[in-house]
């Protein structure tokens, strides 16, 4: 268990960094400048998916739980979502609509971010199987 918690925290920083590094290069290379911070962006959305992959791999081992895990997993995409605009909020909601470059840019983290979320949480469903 710690192992795989270790391989996926792993998996989690090589992607921040890879994709942070990649994005915040792209943007000043253009010489684009964004309403937020992306690096707060990024550091949410890998915070919170490496909470909800560590939190799967333990709870997955419950046998009671086991079975509602993919209802479980629905909750925490709302709560995710709910969060994220509550800190972004001012980020997000400003009077002036956001350029598409800034609405890309907000998305961009989450996607990534969603979709290794989402196959480690596959993988720990199969595996428990």
Excluded: W
């Amino acid at each position: 268990m710690i192992r795989s918690i270790l391989v996926y925290a792993a998996i989690f920083f090589f992607t921040f960094l890879i994709s942070f590094s990649l994005h915040e290069y792209l943007l000043e290379d253009r010489e684009i400048v964004l309403p937020f911070s992306l690096k707060k962006v990024y550091l949410f959305h890998l915070g919170f998916s490496m909470i909800i992959c560590i939190n799967f791999i333990a709870i997955s081992s419950v046998e009671k739980i086991f079975e509602q895990l993919g209802y479980i997993y629905l909750g925490t995409l709302l709560l995710k979502l709910i969060i994220f605009i509550a800190i972004f909020y001012k980020s997000i909601f400003t009077e002036e609509p956001l350029p598409f470059i800034t609405r890309i840019s907000l998305l961009i983290p989450m996607i990534i971010f969603l979709i290794i979320e989402a196959i480690i949480v596959a993988k720990i469903l199969k595996k428990n199987q």
